[in-house]
């Protein structure tokens, strides 16, 4: 089993930045894709951005070029960088990794909250 250990979620005014974090550990496993997701109430679950192991990223249209994903893969890690942020970037983020083991198997992280106040 792996487990995906989120933090860094917060309450921040507009136009302020935080970073998210999310680490995996587990029995032996190797990360393929990492990814933000993001859900607001009433709303479908949505990718924000996504770091292959070779290093390849994508972003949603909405937050390119102001959040930025990125991974550690010595520490089975990876982050999200949220700058610029916008009431509308308000929902709970979850960590996502795409593993191998026998099979490749997706996990997903507990979420964590970010509000953007106005």
């Known amino acids: 089993q792996v487990q995906l250990v989120e933090s860094g979620g917060g309450l921040v005014q507009a136009g302020g930045s935080l970073r998210l974090s999310c680490a995996a550990s587990?029995?032996?496993?190797?990360?393929?894709?990492m990814a933000w997701y993001r859900q607001a109430p009433g709303k479908q679950r949505e990718l924000v951005a996504a770091a292959a192991s070779g290093g390849t990223t994508n972003y949603a249209d909405t937050v390119k070029g102001r959040f930025t994903i990125s991974r550690d893969n010595a520490k089975n890690t990876v982050y999200l960088q949220m700058s610029s942020l916008k009431a509308e970037d308000t929902a709970v983020y979850y960590c996502y990794a795409a593993v191998v083991r026998s099979r490749l198997e997706s996990y997903w992280g507990q979420g964590t909250q970010v509000t953007v106040s106005s």
């Open positions: 587990g029995s032996p496993f190797s990360l393929n894709t």
